[in-house]
């Protein structure tokens, strides 16, 4: 069981920056892949990054290429993504999601979710 919780979220300017955080309970961390998705109002949830359980395999969606980052400390049990260069389109909520092996893009593939952080990026 992993229990999942987003911090960092907020009301920000087009073009700052934002660094999310994605804590997990657990002593097996370090075993799941962990994927952020975002679902902005009105929208279907979509993938944003997703990274393997040591950290050296990500994907990024194309829309956020060069501007956000994913990453992971397996001894904090957290994975985090730097977002920079927001735009207003990235407004939405944030949430981590984890599953065992590597990363997925579908969203049904993870396991378990965390409740999400709000992002909005104004103009």
């Known amino acids: 069981q992993v229990q999942l919780v987003e911090s960092g979220g907020g009301l920000v300017q087009a073009g700052d920056s934002l660094r999310l955080s994605c804590a997990a309970s657990?002593?097996?961390?370090?075993?799941?892949?962990m994927g952020w998705f975002r679902q902005a109002p009105g929208n279907e949830r979509e993938f944003v990054a997703g990274?393997?359980?040591?950290?050296?395999?990500?994907y990024k969606t194309d829309s956020v290429k060069g501007r956000f980052t994913i990453s992971r400390d397996n001894a904090k049990n957290t994975v985090y993504l730097q977002m920079n260069s927001l735009k207003p389109e990235d407004t939405a909520v944030y949430s981590c999601?984890?599953?065992?092996?590597?990363?997925?893009?579908?969203?049904?593939?993870?396991?378990?979710w965390g409740q999400g952080t709000q992002v909005t990026v104004s103009s």
């Open positions: 999601a984890a599953r065992r092996g590597t990363w997925s893009v579908r969203e049904d593939d993870y396991n378990y």
């Open positions: 657990g002593r097996t961390f370090s075993l799941y892949a």
């Open positions: 990274i393997n359980w040591s950290g050296d395999n990500t």
